[in-house]
């Protein structure tokens, strides 16, 4: 059973669309991150949020921890192709747990 | 770079033959992990590592073993390998000084014909 689920699995949208990557769980996590994979890497962290309604804004990327803390979001406005890649969401329910990672998205930005 | 390094980077191998996969760190970091991805599954925690000669295992950790016997290395042994562990293998850490993140290494490919 996943803990964190995430949606879609698959995304191809053409250069220049905006689109929004959702991750969600049954649990309260105490913070989420947001990690970006791209082909024969490993995964590099995007963002952590840890605050109920928090908004992150990384250059095109913007970021959102659900108010309960049981979901975030990963919009990208006007995506270019160098977002092709894996997007994982990672969450951790106390100080004290392992980290948990989300089955991750597929992004392909088409020129 | 978070100062991780895994070696092998890719390796072929037989079904029955061992296997060590070795993770080498510079950070002092107190956490290792090893994961393994595949199609379909994302990130699988296989064992991890709290501290020296302290690991515990993850959800997928059956036909894999682990040491940690000084903070910078962590090896990850597949005792008799099947062609099922045909994987990407990846090593992490993280530590009281980097919270929550964890930092990833460039993986290990693995073959198991």
């Known amino acids: 059973t996943q803990l964190l689920e995430q949606s879609p699995q698959f995304l191809s949208i053409q250069e220049g669309e905006n689109l929004t990557v959702y991750c969600n769980s049954s649990?309260?996590?105490?913070?989420l991150q947001w990690y970006r994979q791209e082909p024969g890497e490993g995964p590099v962290l995007l963002v952590t949020?840890?605050?109920?309604?928090e908004v992150k804004k990384l250059k095109r990327l913007t970021f959102q921890f659900g108010d309960a803390r049981k979901d975030s979001s990963l919009h990208i406005t006007a995506a270019q192709p160098g977002d092709t890649g894996l997007y994982l969401c990672a969450g951790v329910k106390t100080s004290y747990d392992k980290v948990i990672f989300g089955p991750g998205t597929s992004l392909s930005v088409i020129p | 770079d978070a100062g991780i390094t895994q070696s092998p980077r890719h390796k072929v191998t037989e079904t029955g033959t061992p296997v060590t996969l070795r993770c080498h760190q510079t950070?002092?970091?107190?956490?290792m992990y090893w994961y393994r991805q595949d199609p379909g599954h994302g990130l699988r925690l296989i064992h991890y590592s709290y501290g020296v000669k302290d690991t515990d295992k993850g959800e997928v950790s059956d036909g894999y073993s682990v040491s940690r016997s000084k903070t910078e290395d962590f090896l990850l042994t597949l005792e008799s390998a099947t062609s099922s562990q045909t994987s990407v293998y990846f090593c992490?850490?993280?530590?009281?000084?980097?919270?929550?993140?964890?930092?990833f290494g460039e993986g290990s490919w693995l073959t198991v014909v």
């Open positions: 992490a850490i993280s530590g009281q000084y980097s919270g929550n993140t964890i930092y």
């Open positions: 950070e002092n970091h107190r956490y």
């Open positions: 649990s309260v996590f105490s913070s």
């Open positions: 949020v840890v605050t109920g309604g």
